[in-house]
């Protein structure tokens, strides 16, 4: 009888222990459950546990006045810079983001209040400086094809998700060469230009210097050469674009000179030509037109013969 009690007794003992166990277990899955971390459901990515902002960015996509659906940066830029400046214009918070590995989506955690906020996306070689809502600068002064996004924003205490567009800051300038052929000595095109502008202001959305750019480009098999601006206007005029034909040693073969070309935000300028055969040589745009095009990354495309 002694022995059997003892048996019981142990049982019980043993169930008493399994229930308590089983209690903690529950506990802590419930306690687990309770820290999962935020899945932002339009990247379905983790997000930090305190960010209170998630914002998401994509590229305005127009056709003339036609809207199309916006893109991803990723599509047709390499490098994101953000910056976060409070109300007295201290920068407070910056990230940078290679596209190629991030997906253009940006969280972080910031103190309740108002701010402003300043994103360029581009193709330079480093990160843009963004020293202010007024000022952006790139590294070697090179502009590429650039987007950006200004503006103010709310931050409160529960997290908010942003979805922001950015808009084309540039002005391309495009030269078609038509020339049935070229020298075999040429090795590459020197773009030296006067009138646009290096360094970007979000807040005017306008090039805010005045630059002399220079830009080496190599032989194109299509004859096709493109360099960009920021214009100081919606529509502004490069004063000089001097073209010079270089050999391998930096020996001037030929050289051209376009004056008082009109650029545009979110144009290309296009100038077509012979630049070698005997027809080619200095000139200024004369009997220029507006045509659309049906690259959706562009506005229009304005055309001049040389």
């Avoid at 339009?42 to 996509?61: I, R, T, Y």
């Avoid at 007024?134 to 502009?143: D, E, G, L, M, R």
Wanted: hydrophobic share 40%; glycine share 8%; aromatic share 10%.
């Amino acid at each position: 009888m002694y022995f059997t009690l003892e048996k019981m007794m142990e049982s019980g003992i043993l169930r008493m222990m399994n229930s308590f166990v089983a209690v903690l277990i529950v506990l802590a899955c419930g306690l687990s459950s309770c820290e999962k971390p935020f899945v932002d459901e339009m990247s379905g990515k983790h997000a930090p546990d305190d960010a209170n902002v998630v914002l998401h960015f994509s590229m305005s996509e127009q056709n003339g006045f036609v809207s199309r659906a916006a893109v991803d940066i990723a599509d047709i830029c390499s490098r994101l810079n953000l910056a976060v400046f409070d109300g007295k214009g201290t920068k407070v918070k910056t990230v940078n983001q290679m596209l190629d590995t991030a997906d253009g989506t940006v969280s972080f955690k910031l103190a309740e209040g108002d701010y402003q906020l300043v994103v360029i996306a581009h193709n330079g070689e480093g990160n843009a400086t963004i020293s202010s809502t007024a000022k952006v600068t790139f590294p070697s002064n090179k502009v590429t094809d650039t987007f950006f996004y200004y503006g103010d924003f709310l931050v409160s205490a529960e997290r908010q998700t942003y979805e922001l567009t950015l808009t084309r800051a540039v002005s391309l300038f495009r030269m078609v060469l038509t020339d049935g052929s070229m020298p075999s000595n040429v090795s590459k095109f020197k773009f030296y230009y006067l009138g646009g502008s290096s360094t970007f202001s979000p807040a005017e959305g306008v090039g805010c210097v005045n630059s002399k750019q220079t830009e080496l480009r190599p032989v194109s098999t299509d004859g096709i050469y493109e360099i960009y601006t920021f214009p100081h206007t919606e529509k502004d005029t490069l004063t000089k674009v001097t073209v010079t034909a270089l050999d391998e040693n930096d020996v001037v073969l030929k050289e051209q000179v376009f004056e008082n070309v009109p650029v545009v935000r979110n144009q290309i300028t296009e100038y077509a030509g012979k630049f070698f055969e005997e027809n080619g040589g200095e000139g200024t745009a004369v009997n220029g037109y507006l045509r659309m095009t049906a690259n959706p990354e562009w506005d229009s495309v304005n055309k001049f013969p040389f």
